[in-house]
């Protein structure tokens, strides 16, 4: 079975004036469907980066990078647009949810952008804030909320419209361990749900037992890939952490 | 996503309030300007629509309604014999004093004469008395703001029955009526026009216009135009003697120079702060627009969104500004401020703020435009 997630050769580069800076110098990696496939590494080594390509908002400059069977390098922008709003579910660092919207209407945007009616929308935004636990919140505004309660809204807008790849930038940065731990079950799928993928970037070894696997990045390349077992051992985490 | 645009944008009530301030301030500056152009334009033809007839026979050099050039008597005659002419009458209007009774204090005046068997031109707006009483001898009909001007004081405005002096003569009041006012505050007294060559400055031709009307079935332009081919005169329809007074004002006045100004600051403000407060807006929403792009919102949609801000921001805006700028005017007393609040006005306000807010998009869509996805995954 191919893999989700096949990414070959990849490097990209930032000019800044006469300056080019290579931030990724060749990712080779491949992530199966379903996996929950965690990227570390320190500040500066091209995670972010790579996640940006790998979900489209980015484009490299060389290298495969074939998402859900789609060749992103040679979509258009508009494809690659509609490709983000059909399969991918975000979850950003700092929430990103929309101040002015109540929660129920930030839940339903990734409906809204697949063309679905606001009623219907709304109605699958309320399911899924039930589902995160945040039924009593649904028409409050996100400001109202704690953090990891933020998180958990963020949550249920990734996954509202079912989406096959869940792309996490440190999701868990902002919260404490029991919400962040929290937080990182949510997007594991359950028995009823589509199979997807999530990948998560992080610094954060508490969450580290989350990952099926584990990629450590270090100055723009793909260091090592280590299973579960092998990371928890590599980096001294109990299980139950 | 429209409703999703529209919650971004009431969301936040203050951003809103100033969004639509600077809208509804930039309307109320151009509105206002343009409203006193139409109201100084109207006040050069205030005469016309206070003394109301289908043609206006003047003679050839006469560009506008208050250039009296008089005409000879001779003339009232020509006209009457040119077909289609139903009926001609004499016409008087000019400058003079009135004098106010008891003080010896002079007041300038615009006295109209008027044919005595026709009363042909008479002020229709009558507030007291009865215009019939013109064939009364020494009679005379004043409207409101000589009411004011000649009364003993504020409080107590000169009434029916009263007396005052024109040219050392005896005028008594037998009607009061409702005028527009016309330029430099002109105010009207009507008496007949044999009445008016006693009441007016002495000259040897005082027929200034002759009044004239079609027969039943000839339009007013064929027969002013008749007019003109038999008799060498100038003769205008109403609507054309107020389009030639309006015209002589713009090319011989500097007012549409200075509302001119007033209408682009009006315009100028409104760019600079509905457009600038506007793209504030969009900039302080870069985050959440990028996450939107980000979860597969394309430019385009991006791009409605911010128009559809944009419009509600100036509808809003133009409605209210129209709004108070409309209910001011109607606290003001009528006829007394240079202020018209036409449709034309109504119309221009709109094309100039829909500008704005094409401008204030357009700067709103740049900036949606150039929003990187890829900034939500920066910290």
Same mark, same amino acid.
């Given at each position: 079975?191919?893999?989700d997630?096949h990414l070959?050769?990849l490097?990209?580069?930032?000019?800044s004036?006469?300056?080019?800076t290579p931030?990724?110098?060749?990712?080779?990696?491949d992530?199966s469907?379903?996996? &929950?496939?965690?990227?570390?590494?320190?500040?500066?080594c091209?995670?972010?980066?790579?996640i940006s390509?790998?979900?489209?908002?980015?484009?490299?400059?060389?290298g495969?990078?074939?998402?859900?069977g789609h060749?992103?390098?040679?979509l258009?922008?508009?494809r690659?647009?509609?490709?983000?709003?059909?399969?991918?579910?975000?979850?950003?660092?700092?929430?990103?949810?929309?101040?002015?919207?109540t929660n129920c209407?930030?839940?339903?945007?990734p409906?809204?952008?697949?063309?679905?009616s606001a009623?219907e929308?709304r109605?699958?935004a309320?399911l &899924?804030?039930?589902?995160?636990?945040?039924a009593?919140?649904i028409?409050?505004?996100?400001?109202?909320?704690?953090g990891g309660?933020?998180q958990r809204?963020?949550?249920?807008r990734?996954?509202?419209h079912?989406?096959?790849?869940?792309?996490c930038?440190?999701p868990?940065?902002?919260l404490?361990?029991?919400?962040?731990s929290?937080?990182m079950e949510?997007?594991?799928?359950?028995?009823?749900d589509?199979?997807r993928?999530?990948?998560?970037?992080?610094?954060d070894?508490?969450?580290?037992h989350?990952?099926d696997?584990?990629?450590?990045?270090?100055d723009g390349?793909?260091r090592?890939?280590?299973s579960q077992?092998e990371a928890?051992?590599?980096f001294?985490?109990s299980?139950?952490? | 996503?429209t409703?999703?645009a529209?919650?971004?944008?009431?969301?936040?009530r203050?951003?809103y309030?100033?969004?639509?301030?600077g809208?509804c301030?930039s309307?109320?500056?151009?509105?206002q300007?343009?409203?006193m152009f139409?109201g100084?334009?109207?006040?050069?033809?205030? %005469?016309?629509?206070?003394?109301?007839?289908?043609?206006?026979?003047v003679?050839p050099?006469?560009?506008?309604?208050?250039?009296?050039q008089?005409l000879k008597?001779?003339?009232?005659?020509?006209?009457?014999?040119v077909?289609g002419?139903a009926?001609?009458?004499?016409?008087y %209007?000019g400058q003079?004093?009135a004098r106010v009774?008891?003080?010896?204090?002079?007041k300038?005046i615009?006295?109209?004469?008027?044919?005595?068997?026709t009363?042909?031109?008479?002020?229709?707006r009558?507030?007291?008395g009865?215009?019939?009483?013109?064939?009364?001898?020494?009679?005379?009909?004043?409207?409101?703001?000589?009411?004011a001007?000649?009364?003993p004081?504020?409080e107590h405005?000169l009434d029916?029955?009263?007396?005052?002096?024109?040219n050392?003569?005896?005028?008594?009041?037998?009607a009061?009526?409702?005028t527009k006012?016309?330029q430099?505050?002109?105010?009207?007294?009507?008496? %007949?026009?044999d009445?008016?060559?006693?009441y007016?400055?002495?000259?040897?031709?005082?027929t200034?216009h002759?009044?004239?009307?079609?027969?039943?079935?000839?339009t007013?332009?064929s027969?002013a135009?008749?007019i003109?081919?038999?008799?060498?005169?100038?003769?205008?329809?109403?609507a054309?003697?107020k389009?030639a007074?309006?015209?002589w004002m713009i090319?011989n006045?500097?007012?549409?120079?200075?509302?001119?100004?007033i209408?682009?600051?009006g315009?100028?403000?409104?760019?600079?702060v509905?457009?600038?407060?506007?793209?504030?807006f969009?900039?302080?929403?870069?985050?959440?627009?990028?996450?939107?792009?980000?979860m597969g919102?394309s430019?385009?949609r991006?791009?409605?969104m911010t128009?559809?801000q944009a419009?509600?921001?100036?509808?809003?805006?133009?409605?209210?500004?129209m709004g108070?700028l409309?209910?001011f005017?109607r606290?003001?007393?009528?006829?007394?401020?240079?202020l018209l609040?036409?449709?034309e006005v109504?119309?221009l306000?709109f094309?100039?703020?829909?500008?704005?807010?094409v401008?204030?998009?357009?700067?709103?869509?740049?900036?949606v435009?150039?929003?990187?996805a890829?900034i939500?995954?920066r910290?």
């Amino acid at each position: 079975m191919s893999p989700d997630i096949h990414l070959h050769g990849l490097k990209k580069s930032f000019r800044s004036g006469d300056v080019i800076t290579p931030v990724l110098k060749g990712i080779d990696l491949d992530v199966s469907c379903g996996e &929950m496939f965690f990227i570390v590494g320190p500040s500066g080594c091209g995670k972010t980066t790579l996640i940006s390509i790998l979900c489209g908002t980015l484009s490299a400059d060389s290298g495969e990078v074939m998402v859900l069977g789609h060749d992103l390098r040679s979509l258009s922008q508009n494809r690659v647009t509609e490709f983000r709003a059909q399969n991918v579910g975000f979850v950003f660092q700092q929430f990103n949810l929309i101040p002015t919207l109540t929660n129920c209407e930030n839940v339903a945007i990734p409906l809204r952008l697949q063309g679905k009616s606001a009623r219907e929308s709304r109605q699958a935004a309320a399911l &899924m804030l039930e589902r995160v636990g945040l039924a009593e919140k649904i028409n409050e505004r996100p400001n109202k909320l704690s953090g990891g309660q933020q998180q958990r809204v963020a949550i249920a807008r990734a996954l509202v419209h079912q989406p096959a790849l869940i792309v996490c930038d440190e999701p868990t940065s902002a919260l404490d361990s029991e919400t962040g731990s929290q937080v990182m079950e949510l997007l594991r799928p359950q028995s009823q749900d589509k199979p997807r993928t999530v990948i998560v970037v992080t610094h954060d070894p508490r969450i580290y037992h989350h990952a099926d696997r584990i990629a450590e990045m270090e100055d723009g390349v793909v260091r090592r890939t280590l299973s579960q077992a092998e990371a928890l051992r590599t980096f001294g985490i109990s299980p139950q952490t | 996503m429209t409703d999703v645009a529209v919650q971004m944008l009431y969301g936040d009530r203050s951003k809103y309030m100033l969004l639509i301030s600077g809208v509804c301030f930039s309307t109320v500056l151009m509105a206002q300007g343009l409203a006193m152009f139409f109201g100084i334009l109207s006040f050069s033809y205030a %005469t016309l629509e206070n003394a109301r007839a289908p043609i206006w026979v003047v003679d050839p050099k006469v560009e506008q309604i208050a250039d009296n050039q008089p005409l000879k008597d001779t003339d009232v005659d020509r006209v009457r014999s040119v077909a289609g002419v139903a009926w001609a009458v004499p016409f008087y %209007t000019g400058q003079t004093q009135a004098r106010v009774l008891g003080s010896g204090q002079t007041k300038p005046i615009t006295l109209v004469g008027l044919d005595s068997a026709t009363l042909a031109g008479a002020p229709t707006r009558v507030v007291k008395g009865s215009v019939l009483d013109l064939r009364q001898s020494q009679s005379v009909v004043i409207d409101e703001e000589v009411a004011a001007r000649l009364g003993p004081d504020h409080e107590h405005p000169l009434d029916v029955g009263d007396v005052f002096e024109m040219n050392d003569q005896r005028a008594e009041v037998i009607a009061i009526v409702k005028t527009k006012q016309g330029q430099g505050g002109a105010a009207y007294v009507f008496t %007949t026009f044999d009445r008016a060559r006693h009441y007016g400055f002495s000259q040897r031709k005082m027929t200034t216009h002759v009044l004239a009307g079609p027969q039943k079935g000839l339009t007013d332009e064929s027969v002013a135009n008749s007019i003109m081919a038999e008799t060498g005169l100038r003769a205008y329809t109403e609507a054309n003697f107020k389009k030639a007074s309006s015209d002589w004002m713009i090319y011989n006045s500097p007012i549409p120079f200075v509302v001119g100004l007033i209408v682009g600051i009006g315009f100028m403000v409104g760019v600079i702060v509905a457009g600038q407060t506007f793209y504030n807006f969009v900039l302080e929403n870069t985050r959440y627009l990028g996450a939107l792009k980000a979860m597969g919102a394309s430019n385009f949609r991006l791009a409605r969104m911010t128009v559809l801000q944009a419009s509600l921001v100036g509808a809003t805006g133009y409605c209210i500004g129209m709004g108070l700028l409309s209910l001011f005017f109607r606290s003001l007393p009528e006829g007394k401020a240079p202020l018209l609040l036409r449709w034309e006005v109504a119309v221009l306000v709109f094309a100039a703020v829909f500008l704005i807010i094409v401008i204030a998009s357009m700067m709103g869509i740049r900036r949606v435009s150039s929003i990187d996805a890829a900034i939500v995954f920066r910290s």
